[in-house]
């Protein structure tokens, strides 16, 4: 998903505490930081300080090294090395980054296109702060430049390259889940029994909260003006939650809404969809899939979600609620007008 404020976080954690009357009391402490251009949130159970403290330290540093790797914005990623030699050759590249691109790769195979990390030269013909449309012909151009299926990797070798001069690949899409899914495998790792992370609207979590409960996270109204105002709230046990809106960020010409979630096929905006929802195991792919379903509009994407047995909640561009088999008595509606 894009990079958007923490305002606009289009799902926000509603975390609870509790006291135990015996024992060591186990509290739920939590920490912010700036990392990867927008706000990471760290939420942990657990008995002390220091602890706590420790443990959400270390999920931040494991995230800012994926920053360093996965950055499409700085000269010395691994990011950066594979587009400056994009239709030259080869790159050898760390670990993370060869997960991260095959997981790229897997969901743009599952939406067939409709997630693309190629988009970016589309992209980049938009200009949302000027609230300009991008010239035709350039956009023709850069449409020209987008195709998953030119970026090869050789896992034997570790490396990755666009086949393709001017080709880029940038990880926008899919980082912010896979750095929650890194993270929470760092808590995990050091013995934290319960956790959430939040990078920006990608969220983790696993675990109970000292009071016994799962972690809960809501669904914003995505037409809304209050960031805080939910259309229904989902319980998380050991998954995670991504949401890509219209209302991220987008400028209204001519009465018409143009927004940041681009077809990868046509370089304009998706307009079958106002909010769609994924949850599932892996914030990798529920953030890459949250983009790539959206693109593909209500229909295809249901049936692309109930083919994976992945739950799903697609708000169409009219304000029909589609859901997914599988959500039981974890989803809570609190809006009657978006409830299906």
């Given at each position: 998903?894009?990079?958007?404020?923490?305002?606009?976080?289009?799902?926000?954690?509603?975390?609870?505490?509790?006291?135990?009357?015996?024992?060591?009391?186990?509290?739920?402490?939590?920490?912010?930081?700036?990392?990867?251009?927008?706000?990471?949130?760290?939420?942990?159970?657990?008995?002390?300080?220091?602890?706590?403290?420790?443990?959400?330290?270390?999920?931040?540093?494991?995230?800012?090294?994926?920053?360093?790797?996965?950055?499409?914005?700085?000269?010395?990623?691994?990011?950066?090395?594979?587009?400056?030699?994009?239709?030259?050759?080869?790159?050898?590249?760390?670990?993370?980054?060869?997960?991260?691109?095959?997981?790229?790769?897997?969901?743009?195979?599952?939406?067939?296109?409709?997630?693309?990390?190629?988009?970016?030269?589309?992209?980049?013909?938009?200009?949302?702060?000027?609230?300009?449309?991008?010239?035709?012909?350039?956009?023709?151009?850069?449409?020209?430049?987008?195709?998953?299926?030119?970026?090869?990797?050789?896992?034997?070798?570790?490396?990755?390259?666009?086949?393709?001069?001017?080709?880029?690949?940038?990880?926008?899409?899919?980082?912010?889940?896979?750095?929650?899914?890194?993270?929470?495998?760092?808590?995990?790792?050091?013995?934290?029994?319960?956790?959430?992370?939040?990078?920006?609207?990608?969220?983790?979590?696993?675990?109970?909260?000292?009071?016994?409960?799962?972690?809960?996270?809501?669904?914003?109204?995505?037409?809304?003006?209050?960031?805080?105002?939910?259309?229904?709230?989902?319980?998380?046990?050991?998954?995670?939650?991504?949401?890509?809106?219209?209302?991220?960020?987008?400028?209204?010409?001519?009465?018409?809404?143009?927004?940041?979630?681009?077809?990868?096929?046509?370089?304009?905006?998706?307009?079958?969809?106002?909010?769609?929802?994924?949850?599932?195991?892996?914030?990798?792919?529920?953030?890459?899939?949250s983009t790539g379903i959206f693109v593909l509009g209500p229909q295809k994407g249901l049936a692309v979600l109930?083919?994976?047995?992945?739950?799903g909640v697609i708000i169409s561009s009219e304000g029909r609620t589609f859901v997914t088999k599988g959500f039981?008595?974890?989803?809570?509606?609190?809006?009657?007008?978006?409830?299906?």
């Open positions: 998903m894009p990079l958007i404020s923490a305002a606009l976080i289009a799902a926000l954690v509603l975390i609870s505490g509790c006291t135990s009357k015996q024992g060591p009391q186990k509290e739920l402490f939590r920490k912010s930081a700036n990392i990867m251009y927008t706000t990471v949130a760290v939420t942990v159970s657990a008995e002390f300080h220091e602890e706590a403290d420790d443990a959400i330290e270390a999920a931040f540093d494991e995230i800012r090294e994926l920053e360093r790797l996965l950055s499409f914005w700085t000269d010395d990623s691994d990011i950066a090395a594979i587009n400056k030699n994009a239709g030259k050759e080869a790159v050898m590249v760390f670990e993370p980054t060869m997960e991260v691109i095959s997981k790229a790769l897997e969901i743009s195979k599952m939406t067939d296109g409709a997630f693309d990390a190629t988009v970016g030269p589309v992209i980049r013909q938009w200009d949302f702060k000027e609230e300009k449309l991008p010239e035709p012909g350039a956009l023709k151009e850069a449409l020209e430049k987008v195709d998953y299926r030119e970026i090869i990797l050789d896992v034997v070798n570790s490396t990755a390259y666009l086949s393709r001069p001017e080709m880029s690949f940038d990880t926008g899409g899919i980082a912010k889940g896979f750095a929650a899914d890194r993270a929470i495998a760092k808590l995990k790792a050091l013995g934290i029994e319960a956790a959430l992370v939040s990078v920006s609207g990608d969220i983790k979590a696993y675990g109970t909260k000292p009071d016994g409960t799962v972690w809960r996270v809501g669904i914003r109204d995505p037409r809304s003006e209050d960031p805080n105002e939910f259309i229904a709230s989902v319980d998380l046990n050991d998954e995670a939650i991504s949401t890509s809106g219209d209302y991220e960020r987008f400028f209204i010409k001519d009465g018409k809404r143009y927004h940041h979630i681009l077809d990868p096929k046509t370089g304009y905006p998706a307009y079958g969809s106002m909010s769609v929802s994924v949850i599932a195991g892996s914030a990798t792919l529920t953030d890459g899939l109930e083919a994976g047995g992945i739950k039981g008595d974890s989803i809570r509606w609190k809006n009657p007008t978006y409830k299906p």
